[in-house]
């Protein structure tokens, strides 16, 4: 399973990106999936997390000015960042709660593991 993260950029205080990042793979189906980001010099902190059926939660960061959204359907989740601040500048990581499928000889089964993507970095200037 791999995570493929996308969309980080400069931008300047005030404005706006989309980070998208999907999981590909031999997928059963996707639990929970989330975003974390980590600053220079900082440890990497939780951003957001988003259900399978739907229900997020966000850091209070980043509350009311994040969204967090997902496509079951094609394995990827999304984060809708606005009124970004000089201080949201990091790089942002992507993770899934993935059931995989695994195979010995003619069965199948499933596992659990949790994935992280490469990291995408977003740099807001002042």
């Known amino acids: 399973v791999q995570l493929q993260a996308s969309g980080g950029g400069l931008v300047q205080a005030g404005g706006s990106l989309s980070l998208s990042c999907a999981a590909s793979?031999?997928?059963?189906?996707?639990?929970?999936m989330g975003w974390h980001r980590q600053a220079p010099g900082n440890q990497r902190e939780f951003v957001a997390t988003?259900?399978?059926?739907?229900?997020?939660n966000l850091a209070d960061a980043v509350k009311g000015r994040f969204t967090i959204s997902r496509n079951n359907a094609d394995n990827t989740v999304f984060l809708q960042m606005s009124g970004l601040k000089p201080e949201d500048t990091a790089v942002y990581y992507c993770?899934?709660?993935?059931?995989?499928?695994?195979?010995?000889?003619?069965?199948?089964?499933?596992?659990?593991?949790?994935?992280w993507g490469q990291g995408t970095k977003v740099t807001v200037s002042s």
């Open positions: 993770n899934a709660d993935v059931s995989l499928y695994e195979y010995s000889g003619h069965d199948r089964y499933t596992r659990r593991q949790d994935y």
């Open positions: 988003i259900s399978r059926d739907g229900n997020s």
């Open positions: 793979g031999p997928i059963a189906s996707i639990f929970e």
